[in-house]
């Protein structure tokens, strides 16, 4: 079960599990820093550690014992600009994928709901029937813009549930 405040997993059976209201906590404190220095200690803070064999270009990767994931986005100055946490979405058996997809998206975004409150719409998202349709929601804060983006199967994974933060412009 997802809970805001304490460790969260997709689904019931999955090891890999964030301290979602920890990482709300640090992003939110009027200490925090969009700094290479601040992002390595929140990502250690989360048994993180980093995977220098899989950077790409201006991507770090990190990985924790329990299975967490997550990349971080560099600028050219070598800041941080953009977090990005992977869940993948398992295929779970008599479930047609997309309503998993969706259980997943909305579970995260309830998740997230109950520590921010309820997400703006995106204007880029194309509407239909279903939560994950839209494509992603979105909770803007005073450092950065935190969402919950539901991303289909490419020939690198299968189908993502992604909770990212991307530093706002404000933020110098």
């Not at 992604?162 to 110098?172: C, D, N, T």
Request: with cysteine; net charge negative.
């Amino acid at each position: 079960m997802v809970e805001a405040g304490t460790r969260m997993s997709l689904m019931p059976d999955m090891a890999v599990s964030l301290d979602l209201r920890f990482l709300i906590e640090c992003v939110t404190s009027p200490a925090w820093a969009w700094t290479g220095r601040a992002v390595d200690a929140l990502l250690r803070r989360l048994g993180l550690t980093e995977l220098p064999a899989r950077r790409h270009g201006n991507k770090r990767q990190f990985e924790a014992a329990t299975g967490l994931r997550c990349s971080v986005v560099d600028d050219l100055t070598h800041d941080p600009v953009r977090i990005e946490f992977p869940f993948d979405v398992p295929p779970m058996s008599g479930v047609p994928q997309p309503e998993v997809v969706e259980a997943c998206f909305a579970m995260l975004c309830a998740a997230m709901q109950g520590a921010l409150g309820q997400p703006l719409p995106d204007p880029n998202a194309i509407i239909e029937s279903g939560l994950a349709a839209t494509g992603r929601a979105s909770w803007p804060l005073r450092s950065c813009t935190m969402a919950v983006e539901a991303k289909g199967a490419t020939e690198e994974s299968g189908e993502l549930v992604v909770l990212s933060l991307e530093k706002s412009q404000a933020i110098g």
